[in-house]
C-alpha cells in the first residue's frame, strides 16, 4: 500500500524512511523559512541547521510528494541540456565553475546519505549513456572533450560493448560515467528531511503557504491554521509553485514526465540487459532505466505539458520498452506515475533573490538530484556568510516562460516531436 499522501508510486509503496511531520498550528518566529519540501527545499534548510540556523520547513502535502520523490533516482554530476550547449552558451571556464558546483552536488548528496544513514540503497555506482544507432558521430570524441575541458574520467564502450549489456540494436557506442549513481529518491528526501529535524529544524507537512508578505525587514507567511514571521525566505517549490510567488511561477513552465515498474523479472531479465547501472539514452525523449535489485526494471522516458492517467502511462511506456527489449514483451507493469519539472525558459537551473531577502532555486529539469544540494549549499552559504558563488547560477535570469500558460506553445511543440530537444533533454550527451 502507497504510504498515505503520496501519489501511488513503486516508492511510496516500498518506503522505509517514514518519519511523519506535524502539521504547522499558531505562530513561528525563525531566521529563514524554507518553502517546499522537495529535495531543494530540504537541502537548503538541512545546510542552515547543520550551522546552527534557525530555520523551518514547510511543505504543503508530504516531504519529497513531488518530483523528488517520483523521479529515476539518477544523481548524475550532469547539467540540463548537456555540456557543448552550456560551454556555447558561458565559455569554457563558467562552463567548468558550473560543472565543479554540479559535481560537489553530487559528493555532498551522497556524504550525507552516509553520515545520516539514509536508508534509500542499495545505492548503485555507475550509468551507461547510450548513442542511437544510425548516429554518425561516436560518443568517443565527447569523452576526449569532456577529459580535456572537465578532467571527468568517462570510458567510451564501442557497439560491441554495449551489445554484450544490452540486447537492443536500438543503440551505438555508449559512454560509462563512474560518478553518476542511483539512489530510491522518495526515501533520500524524506531522510534529509528527517536529519533537519535531528539538526534543529522545525519541520512541517501540510502546511501550504498561501500568503507572502514583507513587513518592514521582516517577512510574514500565512499558511491555514498559522503564522510564521521571518527574516528571509527561500522559495523552492518546482513545478508545483504556482501562485507562491508571481514572477517564479511565470518565469517556469511545469513538464510532466513519467516512470514505470514492472514486476519482478528474474531471468527474463538477462535476457535483455546484463549491467545494474542507470541507463539512458541520447534521444528525442530520453528513455532512463534501471534494475532494481529484486529484478524489477525501472524505465522512464517521455515529456508532456500535462500528467495523464496512471494506466495510460504503463501502455506507453511498456511499448516504448518493448521497442528497445523485445525480450521484455511478457513483464508485467506493476505501477506507473508521473511528476512535474520547471524548465525556464533557457533550460537551466537558476538561483537568486529575487526580492530583498527573497531567495528562490528552480529550473532544474530533469537533472535535479545533485544540482538541488549544490543550490542548498549555495543559498545557505549566501544566507550565513554573504557567499558570492551563487550568482554563477544567476547569470542565466528569470524570463518570463509564461508559467501555465506556457504548457500550450510547449504542448504544440511535443505534438510536433520536439518538446524534449527544446527543453534540452535530448540528442546531447
Ligand atoms: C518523473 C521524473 C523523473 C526524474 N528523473 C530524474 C533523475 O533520474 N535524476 C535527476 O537528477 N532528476 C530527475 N528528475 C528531476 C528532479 O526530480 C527534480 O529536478 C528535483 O526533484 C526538483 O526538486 P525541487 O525540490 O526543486 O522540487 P519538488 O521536488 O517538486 O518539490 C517542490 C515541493 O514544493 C511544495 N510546495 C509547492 N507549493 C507550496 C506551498 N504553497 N507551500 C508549501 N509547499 C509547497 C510541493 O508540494 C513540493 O513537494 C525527474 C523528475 C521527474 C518528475
Redesign the pocket.
Known amino acids: 500500500m502507497p504510504s498515505e499522501g503520496y501519489v501511488d508510486s513503486f516508492y511510496a509503496r516500498t518506503l522505509r524512511e517514514r518519519r511523519a511531520h506535524p502539521p504547522l498550528e499558531g505562530d513561528l518566529d525563525v531566521e529563514t523559512l524554507v518553502?517546499?519540501?522537495?529535495?531543494?527545499?530540504?537541502?537548503t534548510a538541512l545546510d542552515l541547521a547543520e550551522h546552527g540556523h534557525k530555520v523551518a520547513l514547510?511543505?504543503?502535502?508530504?516531504?519529497?510528494?513531488?518530483?523528488?520523490?517520483?523521479?529515476?533516482?539518477?544523481?548524475?554530476d550532469?547539467f540540463p541540456g548537456g555540456y557543448p550547449a552550456l560551454v556555447e552558451r558561458v565559455g569554457v571556464e563558467r562552463a567548468r565553475e558550473l560543472h565543479k558546483l554540479a559535481r560537489m552536488g553530487n559528493l555532498l548528496l551522497r556524504e550525507r546519505i552516509e553520515r545520516y544513514g539514509i536508508d534509500c540503497g542499495p545505492v548503485q555506482d555507475g550509468a551507461l549513456r547510450c548513442n542511437m544507432a544510425g548516429q554518425s558521430k561516436s560518443l568517443a570524441e565527447f569523452c576526449d572533450f569532456m577529459a580535456r575541458n572537465f578532467d571527468t574520467h568517462y570510458t567510451h564502450w564501442p557497439r560491441e560493448r554495449v551489445r554484450e549489456a544490452l540486447s537492443t540494436d536500438r543503440y551505438a557506442d555508449a559512454l560509462f560515467n563512474p560518478n553518476t549513481y542511483?539512489v530510491q529518491?522518495l526515501d533520500v528526501?524524506c531522510g534529509l528531511a528527517r536529519a533537519c529535524a535531528d539538526e534543529g529544524a522545525a519541520v512541517f507537512e501540510g502546511?501550504?503557504?498561501?500568503s507572502l508578505t514583507s513587513h518592514g525587514d521582516r517577512k510574514e507567511v500565512r499558511?491555514a491554521k498559522g503564522r510564521i514571521r521571518a527574516d528571509r525566505l527561500v522559495i523552492?517549490?518546482?513545478?508545483?509553485?504556482?501562485?507562491?510567488h508571481k514572477t517564479i511561477s511565470s518565469a517556469t513552465v511545469p513538464i510532466?514526465?513519467?516512470?514505470m515498474v514492472t514486476e519482478p523479472l528474474g531471468e527474463m531479465l538477462k535476457k535483455a540487459i546484463r549491467i545494474p547501472y542507470?541507463i539512458s539514452d541520447i534521444k528525442i525523449a530520453t528513455n532512463?532505466y534501471r534494475p532494481l535489485a529484486d529484478t524489477r526494471l525501472l524505465w522512464?522516458g517521455r515529456v508532456l505539458a500535462w500528467e495523464r492517467p496512471a494506466a495510460e502511462l504503463a501502455r506507453v511506456l511498456k511499448r516504448d520498452m518493448v521497442s528497445f527489449y523485445p525480450d521484455l514483451a511478457g513483464a508485467r507493469i506493476e505501477i506507473a506515475?508521473?511528476?512535474?519539472?520547471?524548465f525556464t525558459r533557457h533550460k537551466l537551473?537558476v538561483i537568486g533573490e529575487i526580492e530583498r531577502n527573497v531567495w528562490y532555486?528552480?529550473g532544474?529539469?530533469?537533472?535535479?538530484?545533485?544540482?538541488?544540494t549544490t543550490?542548498g549549499r549555495l543559498i545557505s552559504e549566501a544566507i550565513r556568510e554573504g557567499d558570492q558563488a551563487w550568482r554563477v547560477f544567476a547569470q542565466f535570469g528569470l524570463p518570463y516562460a509564461g508559467g501555465k500558460l506556457g504548457k500550450i506553445p510547449a504542448q504544440l511543440v511535443y505534438w510536433r516531436h520536439q518538446l524534449a530537444a527544446k527543453f534540452g533533454l535530448s540528442q546531447n550527451p
Not at 207 to 210: A, C, F, K, N, S
Not at 364 to 372: D, K
Request: hydrophobic share 45%.
Open positions: 518553502i517546499g519540501g522537495g529535495l531543494a527545499g530540504c537541502a514547510v511543505e504543503a502535502r508530504r516531504i519529497g510528494w513531488g518530483a523528488s520523490g517520483r523521479n529515476g533516482g539518477f544523481v548524475s550532469g542511483a529518491p528526501t502546511t501550504r503557504v498561501i499558511t523552492a517549490c518546482g513545478g508545483y509553485v504556482q501562485g507562491v510532466a514526465t513519467f516512470v542507470a532512463y522512464g506515475w508521473g511528476g512535474m519539472m520547471p537551473p532555486a528552480t532544474f529539469g530533469g537533472l535535479g538530484l545533485a544540482l538541488t543550490a
